[in-house]
């Protein structure tokens, strides 16, 4: 065992697994507000990721200020496609929603790959110092932003749904439709709002994620990701996915880390979330923390 | 299943009432319709004919998954991985045993449904969308076993096929494949037809319709969304062993999730639950990336060209165009072409007075 290479790469995991966290949690806030599944969680990440960059290289704007406008922007995104988009679809069968989400994902990421290109371009530099030392270990600075942000947006999460009048309408909307309308919460608006905010927070992970790798069309994968952490969560679960999210992203580390060591397999960081997927949907489908509401048949 | 009854044709039994042609002008339309395709390669060029036999192979891998997804009601994001396997599993059966061709494409789509029954039997079980999901798991775990695989695969090289050979006549051109594939989808269309109109069949569309009326009704659910999702694999690796013999070469890096999702597209677009709808729908996807690439020819070198580097960017053009066609059906025409066809049928029967 070789700690030295260790303990970087279970830190890389808990980081980049957080980011995994926040991602997840906005897919699962979709899920359980309006229970669509989204597989274009990813391209929201891109999306904001690009609209940042361009606001950042092509007009010149400060770092705060591009951020602000392209979470306006994304707010803007989230509720005009669940308007015109997934409004229409409601009361279909599953299978159209879901068809409906994947078919906007490969829309906008090869709208993205037109508009910017297929190459990962960086961000202009943000910070004085591109890395700082924590307990002797090199750490970029975007890590531990984002892991502060990530640790941010959790809090406001918690904040969000246990505090304020819009999260609890929200969690009234996803136990019971027609409760919370007959309560006078109106639902599409919630619908929109959840929408709104999921666009909003994949954004600004796809910025940060953006900030330390450059942003390319790869951050879409995150998206796909996302699966693997919201299942082992358990599918309605934000803490699940919290939690998913930073499971899969030691998991991913280490998975690499045993196939460097030993396997020599190749590919591994990629892959071992998907073979975790199929072992937790065999022997605990509703995850960590889901409902078990689950009917084996 | 016509709109109205057309006069004249008075069905006596049930048998009668179930046949897949049920008029005389259908069958007559289907006879004449098989032979002016028979004889297609003496009035097309290579193509054309290209073209035809990528709507066949689509076609069948389409009615798989229309199978999975429109009659039970169960998703998957994994056909194209699951489609790979047949190609790439005929392709070594041929050259590792020497089975011949025309032994190895039914092999090979025995052979995928045993591989997708290893991904289905976890999430079939369960209710929902999770085969959905272990289905995204599978096309990634396969797609990097594609790669690993250098004994099954090639590898990164990718691996050549030989044409198909039936009793020393070989199949090698599109003129000569496009009987074989011809072949091969009337016997996979007529086997769905039928299937759908068996007790089997009848029980998939009733876990689809309501699964708890089905369940008190006595089918077994983790039988038949097993099942279903068997057949589909089977179909997925027929269509992708045609297509390995095709082509002459498979690989690694074709049987993306975007190839799957391409798949879905057909099963939409076409109709869900239709099987004369799968193959419409797997037409229209072929055609799609043509019209786009036209409609791009037409405009090069013009001032919108220019200004949208619509040449060198004409790969996400045809991404963006699938993506858009998935949504303006979804949202616009649900029931998918086979529902128009139906309408336009139903109109022109009444025509003139149509309402």
Known sequence: ?297 | MSITAPSGEYHASYREDMTIFPTRNTRIALWVGLALLACAPLVFGRYELGLLINIGIMGIAALGLNILVGFTGQISIGHAAFFGFGAFASAYLHERYHIPVALCIPLAGIATALVGLVFGTPAARLKGLYLAIATLAAQFILEDFFARAQWFTGGTAGRITEPFSLFGWVADREESYFYVVLAFVIIMFVVAANLMRTRDGRALVAVRDHYLSAEVMGINLAYYRTLSFGIASFYAGIAGALYAHYLLFVSVEAFNILFSIQFLGMVIIGGLGSISGSLMGAAFMVLLPEVVQAGAEALSGSAIDRALRLGASISFLREMAIGAAIILFLIFEPDGLAHRWRLVKAYWKLYPYSH
């Open chain 1, 1 to 297: 065992m070789d700690w030295a290479l260790l303990v970087p790469l279970v830190l890389n995991g808990l980081i980049v697994g957080a980011l995994y966290g926040v991602v997840a949690m906005s897919f699962v806030l979709i899920y359980k507000a309006s229970q669509v599944v989204n597989f274009a969680q990813g391209e929201f990440l891109l999306v904001g990721a690009w609209v940042c960059w361009w606001l950042l290289t092509e007009w010149q704007l400060p770092f705060y200020a591009g951020f602000l406008v392209t979470l306006a922007f994304m707010t803007l995104f989230g509720i005009i496609l669940q308007v015109v988009v997934l409004r229409p679809l409601i009361g279909e069968p599953v299978i159209s929603v879901i068809m409906a989400t994947i078919g906007l994902g490969i829309f906008f990421q090869a709208l993205m790959k037109w508009i910017f290109g297929v190459f990962a371009k960086p961000f202009p530099p943000i910070f004085p110092a591109d890395r700082v030392l924590v307990f002797g270990l090199q750490i970029q600075t975007a890590y531990l932003l984002s892991l502060g942000i990530s640790v941010l947006i959790m809090l406001g999460f918690a904040w969000f749904f246990t505090a304020s009048k819009h999260g609890l309408a929200m969690r009234a909307t996803a136990f019971d439709q027609q409760v919370a309308q007959s309560l006078g919460i109106s639902v599409p608006k919630v619908f929109a709002m959840s929408w709104a905010i999921s666009a909003v927070v994949s954004a600004v992970a796809g910025i940060v994620v953006g900030i330390v790798n450059g942003v390319s069309s790869a951050l879409s994968f995150y998206g796909i990701k996302v699966f693997p952490a919201v299942i082992l969560g358990g599918l309605d679960s934000v803490v699940g996915a919290v939690l998913g999210g930073l499971i899969i992203g030691v998991l991913e580390n280490l998975a690499q880390y045993v196939d460097a060591e030993w396997l020599h397999w190749g590919n591994m960081y990629t892959v071992a979330p998907f073979y975790a997927l199929i072992i937790i949907l065999m022997i605990k489908p509703y995850g960590l923390f889901g409902t078990k509401a689950i009917e084996r048949v």
